[in-house]
């Protein structure tokens, strides 16, 4: 079955569907966005956090060091 699109905004960029599955970097990073991810998402500097002000109950539950 293939993933479902989603709809993606970061504030000042247009909206994008991406497929579930991804993390909001790795949606950023396919949309274009400059979002800082110094230690290459991985969790641990804290420079690639955003605030979901809409549809965070679509996300999946944190994992690991997210949260």
């Known amino acids: ?3 479902k699109p989603v709809t993606v ?3 000042g960029h247009p909206a994008k569907d991406v497929h ?3 993390t909001l970097l790795q ?6 966005i400059d ?4 230690c ?3 969790c641990s500097c804290g420079s ?3 605030s979901v002000l809409k549809g965070a109950d679509n996300l999946s539950s944190p994992q690991g ?3």
Request: aromatic fraction near 8%; glycine fraction near 18%.
């Open 48 to 50: 690639c956090m955003v």
């Open 27 to 32: 949606a950023a990073i396919r949309m274009g």
């Open 20 to 22: 579930t599955g991804q």
């Open 40 to 42: 290459g998402g991985h």
């Open 1 to 3: 079955m293939e993933p």
């Open 9 to 11: 905004v970061f504030e």
């Open 35 to 38: 979002l800082p991810h110094y």
């Open 65 to 67: 060091r997210e949260g």
